[in-house]
């Protein structure tokens, strides 16, 4: 079978066609050769030689417009292709080569335009032999299909159609055919039989039938459904009793006749009413009503003679019906045998049907899509109109009062929609406080808090305008809801910042005071001066150290002098005469400056310079000589006082004896000099300097108000200005004279204004919605508000922000709701059926009986005027009834007294009674006495105002009062942290119940509708910790180290407190600082005094020299003392091994002998203390020996430098680092950390910096870096949302809900987030009141046993909780529910039915909806609305009615959340070589159709050849096989040869016994045979495929593969062929029919 797809388009036919068999080369000629003809070919009966035509040509003219020419190639070809001389083809039939055209100009492309129908449905492709045939493949997604559109050309000017052509010259024609897929036909598809019926008679010969429904309909082609029914004869055991009657008779009603007037009264004999006996083809016997044709048109509605009615009346009319008496077997029978005495009802009393009327519509509202998004959704709009008249008696039902349509589908004119955008205010200020934990929040002074803080802003949403230039961040926009915006995450609004700290100034140590110089260098005046220290501050910071105290102190002096005379050089004494004696010795003098000793002019010296040479004397060697002068001692007072001076000296000491004749020694007094030191007065005197003031304008600096700082404008230059003052040490303020005037700090220094900063306040937003409707009497005025939000405070006298930022006003005054009312008018008479009407149906009779009153209604107003019926249909309520039954009593009616009244309640839960009784002759009438038909007492509940409250569901979690009251807006940036714990209030639904148990409104037990109760949300305890502890000792004894101090746990979080810091092991919290601290090695040093005089124990009265002893006092000092304190303290406390000697030898040069100057310092060893270095001293000669023989000791000493003993090496070490170093003030943040550097000796003794520095050592260690403490951020919530409306508007089922969300997440040891981000209170519970729909009853017959009847359905008030089925509702009062007349014209609550009547051919009832099916292609659906089906099938249940029979029916309606089914054949297993075979679906459901019945298995199997062999039949496996008790003896080919009987063996066991060949498994026994002609046999002697069978076949399929590839290379197309196929068309999937894919 081949597949064919045909595609139609205006050059020709190009089909596709792939058919079994076909040659690969000649389906691709095909498709090329038809691809490539485009051009006219006209073929000549009877020839070989054609015409061919080329297009035709571009239209050519001078002018635009008709009077073009086009013309055309033609030439003569064979039909082989090739082209041949003109005279080889029939003149007469060639071609025309010239035609008229329309020449088309540009400016006619704006009148005409192409025109395109929607396109049509998709039509199946017939087959290339245009007939369709038998499905035989399976159709696996969808069939090809064909839609096509018209096209064509018009004018834009009125859309009148011209030629395709003129369109064509400015752009392609539109496709007019597109391919498309229709899905695969589908079969119907209907269910299994249910379960026979009982037999139709108890006895004798009966019917009876089974039926099957509809589950999904046939459509796209598909199988038509088949009998839904079926049906067989069956039979009792039982036969009918002879001589009884044979059929049994019923009376048939037919329909009501439409309701109708009564007639004139002169037209009784139209009126008259026969039964007619005449004996008819189908023996009818019908009682028929003769009447005239009547036109009344009272109840037809005109609407222009009255619009609008001011009252409604109704009319009684009555309606009729056919009786018969109908017999078992179909066939009519006389009436009499029905009827018996009573006469059927063929008569009655009826309302005159009245349609619904309704105004004309309304105009259509605004398009509900005013913009265009990106969704690409239509709009919609609507219009109403009302009713304005209800319909009455059957009439027809109201059309739809409202029309919804599309508008605006594309919106491409629309403007674009606005989009949202979260906006910030600026940052709020930097603050602290919300850092701090409970305990720190106490003791903190929240005014010098510094450091790392958190700042807050408010995000709002706003309206992006439409076009989409960027805009800047403060452009203000109305705020609009936030809910607009929820699309987007909000910016942050919470980030850290940090407020600056006033640092701590770590100072130096004060330098020395320096030299007395004058107040200013440059201009020297006067005899007074100063002499200075300083000290720095060491502190690098990048905040400016503002609370340094003063750097520099003065103390006065007398003769400054800022240079002096310095001398450089001594040279040696040079004698004058001789080797000795008095001489000089030359000086270098210059001039320096007194502050930093560098050399300066020599005329900035103003004294007189000091001599250049000195006067000296070389000791002669018989002359005294006395040693150099020692260092002056330090000051024994940093000043003079009144009561103390300070004072210093030196010593030098005599080294050798005078002789006889030489100079003697000076007196012992001579030998120490004493000096006046420090003799400035105790008075030192700083300068003081207040902090800097704020900026402010200078009324003297013109610097055009703005200056440029980094580039860009900044505001305008200020001045800051600050107190100076002198002070005296621990006196006070003095005269600014007693400081010296240089050193003055500056009191005036620019600084930048602070940029005024005007308020900014976003506009207002929109007033909230005021109600649209009228407004009931007496209820409050609406209010709308509006709000605006600051998004920048004013700063620096900018303009200041509004005091209004929330306004609240009263809505327009609306209308008071209109009050209308319904007035009835007097019921009118009872009306009956006419009596002719009467006379002529059932013979004379009196005119009583049932009939109909009715009462006209009209509408009021408020004054009592009339007004329209519209009005009261909208605002009076229910309508009243306007029609009742009543009754004219006949003669035999029991007549009864009215009602007595009620008798009194005694209290609620009671009942009250009333009674009637019987009159006159009803008292003896049986009829009359029955109490069921003629009640005389009636009973009925009291009514009672008591209700009982019933507390329901659970408590709300306990909720907090809102912190800021109603109506007014928190002001900007309020940092009221939210209140999370605290006294609140916790709700409880009540459900109100009345007496009967119905719920009501909750306002009749309690005013808000909940049980209220104070409740208590504890309070978070942050974790506590001690205070910190002491400090502990440095941890170095000596030297750098840290001292550290702790805090612990004292009690730990609780309800969400902060956490504790980590824990210990013991449960103590890991808090701990630790810092740098330095003990001072050497605190205690020996302080030393000069050395005594020689001893020298002399004997005799020899000269005094030669060796002795000499010693000095040791002091143990505290370090810094000045020498003149009597400061001195136990010798322990200073090192032993540093402790100098206390006496020493000494040697006093003998005279004439040599005298040497005592040693020189030691040279320094190298640094590395290398081995076989020595270091050296050395001394100079100060006396020459008398002889010379005698030598003079050695002058140079050498001793190897040798490691920790005579030479040491130093380094630098560091401390650890400290914990990070906030500011006091400082919570977290910024600070850093920091550790010390000390000089260690080789030794391992830490000594002074200087030292290491005096090696020339560079301390490359980092002595502070900075650090990050982070800080305790507490979760921050944003507040709570405004309780949203109720989840249900009635029932216990609703809720409030409220939601907040996290702005900041806790981080380190912040307060961690709660988790009720919502919270959820009930709503009051109110009843639900609805209108309940009664299921539709069974069909009844009024007054007859068959035939046409009604359904009904009724409508009941009943009232619910909302939480059905745990609750089912219960009935109540009418009222309730609202206007139940309304409610009726809604619904449809009459359905006629039928009753068959015995031996009727009917349908059944429908079946229920099969499951919601949709059309799909590979499981996947392309539709969202699917379709199910229902059916009626036909009962026969005499066979002599067959042809009466009606057809059975079956529907369809679309439905939603359909499944796609798939079906597939089912088998179950064989028995006797047969099996079921059944179709199922998907889910489990069989069925009949929907399966392929060209797959359909096999039911019966069978054997070939067939078992004939005695004993033998077909087993399961398909093969011959022997009975039981027999054995297969089979022949070489493996099929059955014979059965033999197992020896030995009964029936019931079976020997086993080997077969003289093996048996072979179940194959095609033909094959089998036909191998055996063979003379290479492929099939072994034991049934199996030799192996060489495998590799022929593996062989010659490699050869098939190489032969298809090589005539795909030889027979692909060439590329260059000139004219290019038309494009092809995109395929679409649509469907045949009114569902779209």
Wanted: hydrophobic share 30%; with cysteine; net charge neutral.
């Amino acid at each position: 079978m081949g597949r064919t797809m045909t595609l139609k388009d205006d050059f020709g036919v190009i089909a596709w066609t792939r058919r079994a068999g076909n040659n690969l080369c000649l389906f691709l000629l095909f498709s090329l050769f038809s691809v490539s003809v485009q051009s006219d070919i006209v073929f000549p009966k009877d020839h070989h030689f054609s015409w061919k035509a080329g297009q035709w040509g571009q239209c050519i003219g001078e002018e635009c417009g008709s009077g073009g020419v086009q013309t055309r190639t033609i030439w003569c070809v064979h039909m082989e292709g090739w082209t041949t001389h003109h005279s080889h083809c029939l003149h007469m039939d060639k071609p025309e080569s010239q035609r008229h055209c329309f020449k088309v100009c540009d400016w006619h492309q704006n009148l005409f335009e192409w025109e395109v129908s929607d396109w049509g449905g998709c039509v199946l492709v017939p087959f290339f032999s245009n007939e369709l045939k038998l499905r035989t493949t399976e159709c696996i997604t969808a069939q090809h299909g064909i839609q096509r559109r018209k096209v064509n050309c018009v004018r834009t000017s009125n859309h009148t159609t011209v030629t395709l052509r003129i369109c064509e010259f400015f752009s392609q024609k539109p496709r007019v055919e597109q391919a498309c897929l229709i899905p695969c036909p589908q079969d119907c598809v209907v269910s299994d039989f249910n379960s026979w019926s009982s037999c139709s008679k108890t006895c004798g010969a009966g019917l009876q039938h089974r039926t099957r429904h509809v589950l999904a309909t046939p459509m796209y082609g598909g199988a038509s459904c088949p009998n839904l029914t079926e049906t067989r004869t069956c039979s009792s055991s039982v036969d009918c009793p002879a001589g009884e009657g044979e059929y049994q008779y019923s009376l048939k009603v037919g329909a009501w006749s439409e309701c109708r007037l009564p007639h004139h009264k002169d037209a009784l004999l139209s009126g008259r009413t026969t039964v007619d006996f005449s004996a008819s083809s189908n023996e009818n016997n019908t009682v028929t009503l003769h009447t005239q044709a009547s036109h009344h048109h009272a109840h037809h509605h005109h609407p222009h003679a009255h619009k609008y009615p001011m009252s409604w009346e109704l009319e009684v009319g009555y309606k009729t019906r056919q009786v018969r008496c109908t017999r078992s077997d179909g066939r009519n029978a006389m009436l009499s045998l029905c009827t018996k005495d009573n006469s059927p009802l063929t008569f009655q009393a009826c309302v005159m049907p009245k349609d619904c009327q309704t105004s004309d519509w309304s105009s259509w509202s605004p398009c509900s899509k005013t913009c265009r998004s990106t969704d690409l959704s239509p709009g919609y709009r609507l219009r109403s109109r009302i009713m304005t008249h209800i319909p009455v008696g059957g009439g027809k039902q109201c059309p739809a009062l409202e029309e919804k349509e599309a508008c605006h589908i594309i919106g491409d004119l629309l403007p674009n929609c606005p989009s949202y955008v979260w906006r910030t205010t600026d940052w709020g200020e930097c603050r602290i406080l919300p850092l701090l934990s409970q305990q720190d929040r106490r003791l903190a002074n929240i005014s010098i808090l510094c450091g790392r803080g958190i700042q807050t802003r408010k995000t709002y949403c706003v309206q992006v305008p439409d076009d989409s230039a960027p805009h800047h961040r403060k452009e203000v926009s109305r705020p609009v809801n936030a809910r607009l915006c929820a699309g987007e995450e909000p910016p942050l609004a919470v980030q850290h910042c940090s407020i600056p700290c006033q640092h701590h100034c770590l100072l130096s140590q004060w330098s020395p005071w320096g030299a007395c110089l004058h107040d200013n260098c440059k201009e020297p005046q006067g005899k007074k001066g100063f002499r200075q220290r300083r000290r720095e501050a060491l502190w690098q910071s990048s905040s400016p150290p503002e609370t340094c105290p003063h750097l520099v102190e003065f103390i006065p002096c007398e003769d400054p002098a800022c240079y002096l005379w310095q001398v450089q050089q001594e040279e040696n004494c040079i004698p004058t005469k001789g080797s000795c004696g008095p001489g000089a010795a030359a000086q270098n003098v210059t001039c320096v400056s007194a502050e930093g000793s560098s050399p300066v002019p020599i005329a900035l010296c103003v004294d007189d310079p000091p001599p250049t040479e000195v006067a000296c004397e070389v000791a002669c060697p018989s002359d005294c000589v006395v040693g150099s002068w020692s260092p002056w001692s330090p000051c024994s007072h940093s000043c003079t006082s009144k009561t103390a001076e300070g004072q210093q000296s030196r010593t030098r000491t005599v080294l050798a004896i005078p002789g006889k004749e030489g100079t003697d020694c000076p007196a012992t007094p001579a030998l120490e000099e004493w000096r006046v030191c420090n003799d400035h007065p105790c008075m030192v005197f700083y300068w003081e300097a207040s902090a800097w003031g704020p900026c402010i304008e200078d009324a003297f600096m013109d610097l055009n108000g703005t200056s440029s700082w980094n580039g860009t404008p900044t505001c305008a230059m200020g001045v800051q200005i600050r107190k100076v003052s002198c002070m005296k040490m621990n006196v006070g303020p003095v005269i600014s004279k007693r400081c010296s005037d240089s050193a003055r700090p500056e009191s005036v220094r620019p600084c930048l204004l602070p940029c005024e900063k005007d308020c900014i306040v976003t506009p207002f937003s929109e007033w909230t919605a005021c109600p649209s409707t009228c407004m009931p009497e007496n209820a409050t005025a609406a209010t709308q508000s509006r709000y605006r939000t600051i998004i920048q405070r004013s700063a620096n006298g900018g303009q200041e922000c509004p005091d209004t930022l929330y306004e609240e006003r009263d809505c327009e005054s609306l209308p008071v709701c209109p009050v209308y009312s319904w007035r009835t008018h007097k019921w009118h008479s009872c009306s009956l059926v006419p009596d002719s009407v009467r006379r002529g149906l059932s013979g004379p009779g009196e005119a009583c009986g049932n009939g109909l009153e009715t009462r006209g209604v009209s509408c009021v107003g408020e004054m009592g005027e009339s007004a329209n019926m519209t009005e009261c249909l909208r605002w009076a309520g229910p309508l009243p009834p306007q029609i009742r039954e009543c009754r004219v009593a006949c003669k035999d009616d029991c007549t009864l007294t009215s009602w007595s009244k009620f008798s009194e309640c005694a209290g609620c839960g009671s009942s009250r009674s009333r009674k009637r009784s019987l009159t006159g002759r009803s008292k003896k009438k049986e009829h009359c006495l029955d109490e069921k038909l003629h009640p005389l007492e009636e009973t009925e509940t009291c009514p009672c105002d008591e209700f009982l409250s019933q507390p329901y569901g659970n408590w709300s979690a306990c909720l907090l009062p809102d912190p800021s009251p109603p109506g007014s807006l928190q002001g900007w940036m309020s940092h009221r942290e939210v209140k999370e714990c605290g006294q609140g209030l916790r709700y409880r639904a009540v459900a109100c119940i009345d007496q009967q148990g119905h719920l009501v409104n909750p306002t009749h037990c309690t005013d808000s509708g909940y049980m209220v109760e104070v409740c208590h949300i504890p309070c978070p305890l942050d974790c506590k910790l001690s205070d910190w502890s002491a400090w502990s000792a440095c941890s170095a004894s000596c030297g750098s180290g840290l001292k550290i101090r702790s805090k612990w746990l004292r009690e730990k979080a609780f309800n969400g407190g902060r956490p504790c810091p980590k824990l210990d092991l013991k449960n103590q919290a890991q808090v701990y600082e630790a810092a740098p601290c330095h003990i001072e090695c050497s605190q205690y040093e020996w302080r030393i005094e000069p050395w005594s005089i020689c001893t020298i124990n002399t004997v005799d009265d020899l000269p005094a020299c030669g060796e002795g002893v000499q010693s000095r006092k040791i002091r143990c000092v505290k370090q810094e003392t000045a020498s003149g304190e009597n400061s001195t303290l136990g010798d322990s406390l200073c090192d032993p091994e540093e402790m100098p000697p206390r006496a020493q030898v000494c040697f006093l040069v003998c005279p004439n002998d040599c005298v040497v100057a005592p040693w020189g310092p030691w040279s320094n060893c190298p640094l590395q203390c290398d081995q076989g270095t020595a270091r050296n001293r050395s001394r100079h000669i100060l006396r020459l020996p008398a002889s010379e023989n005698s030598a003079c000791p050695e002058l140079v000493q050498s001793e190897p430098c040798i490691l920790n003993s005579t030479c040491f090496s130093y380094q630098y070490t560091v401390s650890d680092w400290s914990t990070c170093q906030l500011s006091e003030n400082a919570i977290c943040g910024h600070g850093s950390r920091l550790r010390l550097v000390d000089c260690i000796r080789s030794d391992g003794k830490i000594v002074e910096l200087q030292k290491c520095e005096q090696f020339g050592l560079i301390n490359k260690y980092k002595l502070s870096e900075s650090c990050v403490v982070d800080c305790p951020v507490s979760c921050m919530l944003s507040e709570w949302s405004p309780w949203a409306e109720c989840s249900h508007t009635c029932g216990n089922q609703g809720q409030f809900l409220r939601t907040r969300r996290i702005l900041q997440e806790a981080n380190e040891e912040g307060r961690p987030c709660p988790n009720q981000l919502t919270q959820i209170k009930p709503c009051p519970i109110r009843p639900c009141y609805t209108w309940r729909l009664s299921d539709w009853s069974p069909c009844t017959v009024e007054g007859a046993e068959c035939g046409e009847g009604l359904r009904r359905r009724s409508l009941s008030c009943v009232v619910d909780r909302g939480n059905w089925p745990e609750s089912p509702p219960q009935p109540v009062d009418e009222e309730l529910c609202g206007d139940k007349l309304r409610q009726h014209i809604q619904q449809e609550m009459e359905q006629p039915c039928f009753v068959p009547c015995p031996g009727d051919c009917h349908l059944t009832v429908w079946s229920s909806w099969s499951s919601c099916q949709l059309t799909c292609l590979e499981g996947r659906s392309f539709e969202t609305t699917g379709r199910q089906a229902r059916s009626r099938a036909v009962i026969i249940q005499v066979m002599e009615n067959q042809g009466s029979c009606p057809h059975q029916v079956f529907e369809t309606q679309p439905c939603k959340g359909g499944k796609c089914h798939s079906y597939q054949w089912r088998t179950g297993g064989w028995s006797n070589n047969e099996r079921a075979v059944w179709c199922q679906r998907s889910d489990g459901v069989n069925v009949t159709g929907g399966c392929f019945p060209q797959k359909r298995p096999t039911t019966v199997r069978h054997c070939h050849p067939a078992c004939t062999k005695p004993f033998s039949h077909c087993t399961p496996s398909g093969v011959c096989g022997c009975e039981k008790g027999y054995t297969e003896v089979m022949t070489t080919h493996g099929f059955l040869d014979y059965c033999t009987r197992t020896p030995g063996v009964d029936n019931n066991k079976k020997a086993d016994v080997k077969t003289n060949s093996g048996r072979l498994k179940p194959g095609p026994s033909q094959v089998q045979d036909l191998f055996s002609e063979w003379t290479l046999r492929p099939v072994g002697p034991d049934g199996r495929v030799k192996l060489w069978v495998y590799a022929v076949t593996a062989v010659g399929f490699i050869l098939i593969l190489f032969v298809i590839a090589l005539s795909f290379l030889v027979c692909k197309p060439s590329k260059t062929t000139k004219t290019s196929p038309p494009p092809q068309k995109p395929l679409t999937l649509a469907y045949d029919g009114d569902m779209d894919m």
